[in-house]
């Protein structure tokens, strides 16, 4: 791959915290190599703000090889940036051209109130997770990994219900700001398995009723989610925990 | 779980929406069968046998209760979920690509379905009310088929009558296939089939539809 240097106008969000207003700020980078990540690009950046004694952008990120979720950003329009099944960690530079104007911005969700700058507060999603992401397990010795038969085809759907790392952007994507990618992975990861059978239908229901209060929209099948997610998670989820919720709010006696 | 926590949590709308969809989808294959009659060509003899059947069976006249009811629902559900979906995101993007990742008519179902509400409006005025009025208030046999024939001979109406039914080309584009999903049946063998199926039903409802207005107005009708 041609590897060549670019100078970038970047327009990012910022914002003191979370009662300031916030305004976008115009930063101009050079000589960014094309085999930069677009983390990295901001590393710079910041090294030339604190340089010049100005406050560094704030942005959340951790593993920076795309399998944490944490960082959060809406470049150009699209969460993550404009490459598919991708995190912006994994995003480079050589998606951009010389003398291009990119613009960052946080997730825009009212229950993910943005923190500061680029950083958002996802606890939404930890108390989706508290309200019935679990499933209990006796104590005593480990049960043998082979005891328990499970089907193939269902352990690779939950396997790949369960590779969501939770970064929000089918939130930040939604039209409408709704949960349901997310929430529908992780109900359908546990109700695919016999281990999740116990809190089965308690689950969909209190996890459910978590995501409503969290203020998150309502899903109307755009199909924007499965499309932005890095991580590919299936709509066919969401349809899932629309048949799970069912049963379970007309079959349940709760 | 309590009924009401049922019907207004973010997933028992989206089945109000499916189930009353899935309602008003069985409608228009009978208001399009029904109506198709006047392509027999026999001056409308058919179609006027059949709509008077509809207008004074009671059976008929009992569901059209659930018509309404159901048609209310969809369109005050809808409303609702509009406006939580617009209140979930008190601050929009400023730069935002939607077009890279979904369908303009599956983020339009608030704007298409207002059109066709206008739509429906007007429809009414049109037909639903003169019938009722010849039921109740007329002794005149009461001759719909004319009545076509007299309102879609202004080209205003039969313009106003196109754009309806193209808002409900796009509306049922994306509502067909959205109430499966909604109500869980999402499955690798059957999706390919209800997609087919939905782009079928919505071509042959929307062009029989648009092609009554047509054919009174540039007289291919005895």
């Known amino acids: ?254 | 779980m309590t009924w009401k926590q049922l019907f207004t949590s973010s997933l028992g709308k989206k089945f109000t929406m499916a189930f009353t969809g899935f309602f008003l989808i069985l409608f228009l294959i009978v208001h399009v069968t029904i109506n198709a009659c006047i392509f027999l060509n026999d001056g409308g003899q058919t179609y006027n046998t059949v709509a008077h059947f509809m207008s004074h069976n009671w059976i008929v006249r009992f569901l059209e209760i659930g018509l309404f009811a159901g048609l209310i629902l969809h369109i005050i559900q809808g409303l609702v979920l509009w406006k939580q979906n617009r209140d979930a995101r008190p601050i929009k993007y400023y730069s935002n690509k939607p077009e890279k990742n979904s369908t303009w008519y599956s983020r339009s179902m608030g704007l298409l379905g207002t059109l066709l509400l206008l739509f429906l409006v007007m429809h009414l005025s049109h037909f639903y009310v003169g019938t009722k009025v010849a039921l109740y208030g007329g002794d005149q046999p009461h001759n719909l088929y004319n009545e076509m024939r007299e309102t879609f001979s202004y080209w205003w109406i039969v313009a106003a009558y196109i754009i309806g039914v193209i808002a409900l080309f796009w509306h049922l584009m994306h509502g067909f296939q959205s109430a499966f999903q909604s109500l869980g049946l999402n499955h690798k063998r059957y999706r390919p089939i209800i997609q087919a199926a939905g782009l079928g039903y919505t071509v042959i409802i929307c062009v029989l539809f648009i092609l009554m207005p047509l054919a009174f107005y540039f007289n291919w009708l005895a």
């Open chain 1, 1 to 254: 791959m041609e590897h060549y240097h670019m100078n970038l106008t970047l327009k990012v969000w910022r914002q003191k915290n979370s009662q300031a207003s916030g305004n976008f700020d115009t930063h101009s980078v050079k000589n960014i190599s094309s085999e930069m990540s677009f983390l990295e690009m901001f590393d710079v950046l910041n090294e030339q703000l604190i340089e010049s004694g100005k406050e560094p952008i704030a942005f959340d990120h951790d593993c920076r090889e795309g399998i944490c979720g944490a960082c959060s950003m809406y470049i150009d329009g699209q969460p993550h940036g404009p490459w598919q099944k991708n995190t912006t960690c994994q995003l480079h530079m050589r998606a951009f051209k010389d003398g291009d104007t990119i613009v960052v911005e946080p997730w825009r969700s009212k229950a993910f109130p943005v923190i500061k700058d680029l950083v958002v507060d996802r606890g939404a999603f930890d108390r989706i997770i508290q309200a019935g992401g679990y499933i209990s397990v006796n104590t005593g010795n480990a049960v043998d990994a082979n005891a328990l038969p499970i089907d193939k085809k269902k352990a690779d759907d939950a396997f790949d219900a369960a590779s969501c790392i939770g970064c929000g952007a089918c939130v930040a994507t939604c039209k409408n700001g709704s949960a349901m990618l997310f929430v529908s992975a992780k109900v359908s990861q546990l109700a695919l398995l016999p281990q999740g059978e116990p809190e089965r239908q308690s689950r969909v229901l209190n996890m459910v009723a978590q995501m409503d209060k969290e203020g998150f929209g309502n899903c109307t099948n755009t199909y924007a989610c499965e499309a932005e997610c890095p991580k590919g998670i299936s709509v066919a989820n969401i349809a899932r925990m629309n048949r799970e919720y069912l049963g379970a709010s007309l079959g349940s006696e709760d």
